[in-house]
């Protein structure tokens, strides 16, 4: 995602789905990914490393509160106890 401004260059579509979407709570928009997260369990505590929504126009639907509604879901089965 190019507007995470990481200086990285941004993988290819295929490379990116194959190396980092797999298991990454995301959304999506007819078939393709509106959006995704990255949140990592340390200790007892979920970091949230990132949330990513593609598009400005996929922006404001409810996207992100999906996302982070399955990270919540999904980081006490890792131990954590909070988010941050």
Known sequence: MPELATGDPIPERDRWEQNHAGDAPSSRLDGDVAGYTWA??????????HVVIALPAHRGKGHGRAIMNEVAARLPS???KRCA
Request: glycine fraction near 16%.
């Open 40 to 49: 990592v369990p340390l200790q007892d505590t979920g970091y949230v490393r």
């Open 78 to 80: 890792a131990g954590c």
